[in-house]
């Protein structure tokens, strides 16, 4: 076996381990499917694994959360903590899909670069590879392939869609959100980048926004930041803050960073996206966790707390 082999499986071995050990410990989830889908946009499949909850309802519609970066270890940390809230009812059960991304710094940033991101200035990634990046074909995959999949296969809320991204993905994760801010319920960008060549997407966030006259739903674009972004705005970070800061924004449109001066780049989705789910759903929880009212039966109490979450996310959000 040659050396490069070597290191390809030893890297493919690691990575389903780390797969094999968070499905084997997983308390409110179980692995449905682990497959690659293909994709007539992208050209090529995506690898995916699909969790449901272990008392999966056929006939119940469920939140799609979409994580990105399947291959990482931070990325099952982040889906262990998930499991971990969910089964003790502080956050709704949802249906998971994480997806593997490109494998090597260039093709996992070509996959959601845009070629009008030229001229990059990136010496590991020319100009002449930027015309085919393949961020908008990613885009369409998402919204016009899985999505439709997830709804009919595994009984997907098309109306809430929660995406988690970190690095280059919380660069791609905000550019979705900029992009469907009325089709995406939240976005949690871990550690992201808001400027990319000639992307500025604090400016184009910040057109959008205006384009939209009302929500019919609340809508959360929640931001992890570590101590590489925090003395060194390259990423336009301070500058998206300030610009939700003084922007007329929506009335239910929802925006929070969580600051982490002492966090390296790879803790951020680790620290974040636990902590930014409870904040989300923490209506959600209080309503669910709230007893019945003096004579108020079961079924009637279900009833309440239903039409309760409703009212205040403007979705329907099932209770445990």
Known sequence: MSITKGIICLSFIFAFALNAKTQNNMLAYKLSQDTVL???YLGYGKHVSIYIPRTFDVNKKYPLLIHFDNEYAQTNSSIDQIDKLTNVGQIPSFVIVAITSKSGYAP???EVLLPRVAPFNNPRISDEKLKNAKGEKLEQFLFKELLPYMEQSFSADKEHVVLVGH????YYTGYLFSEHIKDLFAVISNSPYFYLGKVNLTKELKANLAKVDN???RTYFYCGIGSIIQ????????KMMDMLDNTELPEK???????YPNAGHNAVPILTTGRALSDI???WFIINATGNQQNEDSELALKRKREEIKSYYGISIPLP
């Open 167 to 170: 690095s280059f993905y919380g």
């Open 253 to 259: 449109f929802s925006y929070k960073s969580y600051d």
């Open 281 to 283: 759903y923490s209506k």
């Open 108 to 110: 996992r940033a070509l």
């Open 231 to 238: 003395g060194d705005d390259r990423w336009g970070w301070k």
């Open 215 to 217: 929500l019919s739903r």
């Open 38 to 40: 293909q994709s007539t």
